[in-house]
């Protein structure tokens, strides 16, 4: 299922887990090569990118491990739902990535797929991996947030 997201946007996936697993220190929006009926596939909201990462090959910015489900009515058109893709972005922005994932620890993740102005668009980030306290930490922060807000709506 299709979801809006911000003004204009069509939110088709998330990973809702990078924000727990990650600490993001830095966002940017690629465009995504795409052939045949992937598009339609994702239109009907058939992609999970909550396993997939970036890396960067040839100087080039290439996304693994996203599966877009084979579209129903799409026969032989049909690729492999687990293909790596191309993100299509400029040199300048793949030298800084580049720059940054070079440091040990520091990866590219994608952070959700959508369609932006009929154009498939995947938002990467720059991401760093949680310890298990930081994790905690995290969680407790938010509960006693959730608590605060409980206390004060009354």
């Not at 058939?46 to 877009?68: F, P, Q, T």
């Not at 579209?71 to 990535?97: T, W």
């Not at 310890?131 to 206390?151: F, G, L, P, V």
């Amino acid at each position: 299922m299709v979801e809006s997201g911000e003004a204009g946007e069509k939110l088709v996936a998330t990973n809702r887990k990078a924000r727990h697993e990650f600490f993001i220190l830095d966002t940017l929006e690629a465009g995504i090569v795409l052939k045949g009926t992937e598009v339609k596939s994702l239109r009907e909201g058939k992609a999970n990118v909550s396993e997939s990462y970036a890396h960067i090959r040839n100087d080039e910015v290439w996304l693994a491990g996203m599966h877009i489900s084979p579209y129903k009515q799409g026969s032989f058109a049909n690729v492999d739902p687990l293909r790596e893709r191309k993100l299509l972005l400029h040199k300048r922005e793949i030298a800084k990535l580049a720059a940054k994932t070079l440091q040990k620890g520091f990866t590219l993740i994608p952070l959700k797929l959508y369609f932006k102005k009929n154009v498939a668009k995947v938002q990467i980030g720059v991401a760093q991996g949680k310890k298990a306290h930081d994790q905690r930490h995290d969680i407790a922060r938010r509960e006693s947030e959730r608590e605060i807000r409980r206390k004060y709506a009354r």
